[in-house]
């Protein structure tokens, strides 16, 4: 028997002539585990503002990333994406963020944090390059992460919750946890989509005929100002001057054929599609989850697309009855075709060059050459960027393994590793076919960039249940992080042929090919500890601090303080409330924390560079070391401190709730 807002039951039947139900209300939602970082509490003693996402809520049929799939998912979260390209990059906002150095939300993978990545790299500033330099191509750091391997996503959207993450949770923290294997079976699933894309709508552009009636209209008036003629410009009669006229005559105008426009030109059918294919099952001493899952996206912008291979494996053994072991490891291997969309101006991208086109002029003409408008001679042509080459191809492997010992029943110490390694190569050629490359006779670009984060964390980890109103629960760890940045760029100019394309720099016969190179590396420790304390419960008070150290901060600010204090009341469990039949659950919290904002780069130190030149003696370029930037020892991270209050509520056996904060 199901009803709504009740658990299900199954009862047998044998042969009575009447039979006696009752229903219990269902209230597995608030027994639901929500994981709260370094530990996991009953969404029911939940005291800051803590979402959760279930994997039954997400979208994954049609993201490349989980980011994609948060929009409209939990109050609070604004998720943006500044361009359609396929694979591009996802802003998450979790409330307002007022900081001017954030570096965004910090996302923890099954207890490990992601963000440090080896991003996506920009064109060399060299030439070509220079005028681009992003170009509108930003590819998400978390398309690693296979959307369906996701079990739940929990936000931490208040500082008394993201306080335990310290100096890097300003701008909040999400918790990815991904889906482990469970006692039973061998399970051999397989799940795909497609789905076709188009561009629902671009920007309005005159046709032919408009374009050559507007053009006219535009020389007409630029003749009344010129000549000041009367009565819009001044006392001149238009008899009195040379006639006007027009740019394009009447018979010109009718001979003219009807064209696409440059904005449908650029545009094509799109699709998405995605294929994922996972074995998981296990026994009473080991589990098991493995995927895999290939993904790919034809952009609807020429030229733009999006491969991905992902693959995942989780173990989790019971050595003995007091040691358990597990790993987890992802790979992912993906490949993007990109067109440039950002810019400004004459450097705008293929969409810019699209609206200022000429629909008079042929995109392309008799010869197959890519003409320029006689109007806008700067900007490219529209269906000439496709002949650019642009591909990024990025690499990532996330390993981490656990040690568990239970020491006692309710005392277990953990130690954890991980090591993550992230790659990302954008190679570029700029033919002569396209405008900017013509003027350098071709234009070629490599630029690398590798990264590696080694982790290594511990914690003990007490729960004790005191008595039948009592509950304790205490953690403390300490986490080491190391972090290392390699790049690598390189470009040349002037080919004889664009044949070679971006596979023979050597090749070029610019002045000064560029050339260069950096290396950046950061270390963090941090010490942290909770408690939280249970009474009859429903009522939890959870106090937080964590205290963070990292090479980046300045000589005499080497440790910054984080702490979080968090209450909640279930009102509903009091007897003086039992008996509001409409209310099945209502519950007060209230909390205060601090957290911190550690991304000014390395700005406490002095900076020094050797690209300055100066002019001695006969005109001889020397070279010199300058200094750039001054040390400050006393510049510290910025601190945002937050007071929270919130309800949460469930009305009709809990076929109403919410929250309000």
């Known amino acids: 028997m199901t009803l709504l807002g009740y658990e299900s039951q199954e009862i047998a039947y044998q042969g009575q002539q009447t039979l006696t139900i009752r229903m219990i209300s269902a209230t597995g939602a608030l027994d639901e585990v929500v994981v709260i970082g370094y530990g996991a509490v009953k969404q029911r003693n939940v005291t800051g503002a803590v979402a959760k996402i279930d994997n039954e809520d997400l979208n994954n049929s049609v993201a490349s990333n989980f980011q994609q799939m948060l929009q409209g998912k939990a109050a609070g979260l604004q998720v943006t994406q500044p361009t ?9 906002q979790i409330r307002s963020n007022p900081s001017f150095a954030n570096a965004g939300v910090l996302y923890v993978i099954d207890g490990v944090p992601v963000n440090d ?7 060399s500033s060299g030439g070509v390059g220079g005028k681009y330099q992003g170009a509108g191509v930003d590819k998400s750091p978390m398309n690693f992460i296979n959307p369906n391997d996701i079990e739940s996503i929990e936000v931490l959207k208040d500082a008394s919750a993201a306080s335990i993450y310290g100096a890097r949770a300003g701008a909040g923290v999400v918790l990815i946890t991904t889906k482990k294997g469970k006692d039973g079976k061998s399970s051999l699933q397989y799940s795909g989509s497609y789905g076709a894309q188009q561009a629902d709508k671009m920007y309005p552009v005159f046709g032919v005929q408009e374009y050559m009636e507007q053009r006219n209209l535009l020389r007409l008036e630029k003749w009344y100002r010129d000549n000041q003629i009367a009565p819009y410009y001044g006392t001149v009669d238009a008899d009195a001057v040379a006639p006007y006229t027009p740019v394009f005559s009447p018979q010109e105008m009718s001979a003219m054929p009807n064209r696409q426009s440059a904005t449908d030109a650029i545009v094509r059918g799109g699709y998405t599609q995605q294929h994922n294919l996972s074995l998981s099952g296990g026994n009473a001493k080991t589990t098991y989850f ?8 034809k952009g609807v912008i020429a030229g733009t697309d999006y491969k991905r291979y992902n693959g995942r494996l989780n173990l989790d053994h019971q050595l003995s009855e007091k040691i358990k072991l597990g790993t987890n490891i992802i790979v992912s291997n993906s490949l993007a075709n990109n067109t440039i969309t950002g810019g400004n101006f004459e450097n705008g991208g293929i969409i810019t060059s699209a609206i200022y086109w000429a ?8 010869a ?4 320029l408008s006689p109007y806008y001679s700067a900007i490219p042509n529209p269906l000439s960027y496709t002949t650019n080459t642009d591909l990024t191809n990025g690499k990532r492997v996330l390993a981490a393994a656990y040690g568990e010992w239970s020491i006692l029943e309710e005392l277990k110490a953990k130690a954890s590793f991980s090591y993550d390694q992230s790659y990302s190569k954008r190679s570029s050629y700029f033919p002569k076919t396209f405008l900017y490359g013509a003027q350098v006779g071709g234009a070629a670009n490599l630029n690398e960039a590798d990264h590696q984060t080694k982790l290594f964390e511990y914690t003990l980890n007490y729960n004790k249940e005191l008595s039948e109103k009592h509950q304790l629960g205490a953690l403390v760890g300490y986490s080491y992080q190391q972090t290392t940045w390699n790049q690598f760029r390189a470009g040349n100019q002037n080919f004889l042929s664009d044949g070679s394309s971006y596979y023979d720099l050597e090749a070029g016969q610019a002045d000064k090919p560029f050339v260069g190179s950096g290396k950046s590396e950061r270390t963090w420790a941090s010490y942290f500890g909770r408690v939280i304390y249970t009474y009859n419960g429903n009522i939890t008070l959870q106090a937080s601090v964590r205290r963070d150290g990292a090479s980046v901060f300045a000589d005499n600010k080497k440790w910054g303080m984080s702490p ?4 909640g009341w279930i009102l509903s469990d009091e007897r003086w409330l039992q008996n509001v039949r409409q209310l099945s659950f209502l519950k007060l919290r209230a909390g205060y924390g601090e957290t911190g904002n550690s ?6 130190f002095a900076l020094y560079n050797t690209d300055q030149s100066a002019f001695f003696g006969e005109g001889t370029i020397n070279s010199g070391l300058v200094l750039s930037r001054a040390a400050n020892p006393n510049l510290t991270w910025e601190t945002a401190g937050e007071l929270n209050v919130g309800v949460d509520f469930g009305l009709f056996n809990q076929r109403i709730n919410g929250s309000v904060d």
């Open 84 to 92: 359609g390209q396929p694979g591009a990059g996802v802003g998450v």
């Open 117 to 123: 990545n080896a991003g996506q790299p920009i064109l």
């Open 290 to 297: 493995a995927s895999g899952n290939f993904f790919d996206q």
């Open 359 to 366: 629909p008079t002029v042929p995109l392309r003409d008799e």
């Open 368 to 371: 197959g050459n890519y003409p």
């Open 564 to 567: 979080g204090f968090s209450a």
């Open 599 to 604: 991304e000014f780069e390395s700005a406490a």
